[in-house]
């Protein structure tokens, strides 16, 4: 069973970054492609960005090129996301996932995922 732990978030002015973690536990090590969902208040969940077993491709939801980046670290098995210029639009609580579908298909169930709040 694998497990999926997002961290990073926080409260942030907008204008500022932050820079979410996913450390990634699967019992049989084997690398998956793994993405990033955000869900504001009183919307659906959404697709955010995701990136291949080895880092060596990625994908962006439209609204996510330029301010995120998505990135990884095989060796401690961590996906980042790295939020720049960030909006008020942006406050979302942040998930990530395996994707079993390439690019935008999550896997697995939903963890407690990492709340970003950006004050105007």
């Known amino acids: 069973q694998e497990w999926l732990e997002a961290s990073g978030g926080g409260l942030v002015q907008a204008g500022g970054s932050l820079r979410l973690s996913c450390v990634i536990s699967?019992?049989?090590?084997?690398?998956?492609?793994v993405g990033w969902f955000r869900q504001a208040p009183g919307l659906e969940r959404e697709f955010v960005a995701a990136?291949?077993?080895?880092?060596?491709?990625?994908h962006y939801a439209d609204f996510a090129k330029g301010r995120f980046t998505i990135s990884r670290d095989v060796a401690v098995n961590t996906v980042y996301l790295q939020i720049d210029s960030l909006e008020p639009e942006d406050t979302a609580v942040y998930y990530c996932?395996?994707?079993?579908?390439?690019?935008?298909?999550?896997?697995?169930?939903w963890g407690q995922g990492t709340q970003v709040t950006v004050s105007s």
């Open positions: 699967i019992p049989s090590y084997t690398p998956w492609a």
């Open positions: 990136i291949t077993r080895f880092g060596k491709m990625t």
């Open positions: 996932n395996l994707i079993d579908k390439w690019p935008v298909t999550p896997k697995g169930s």
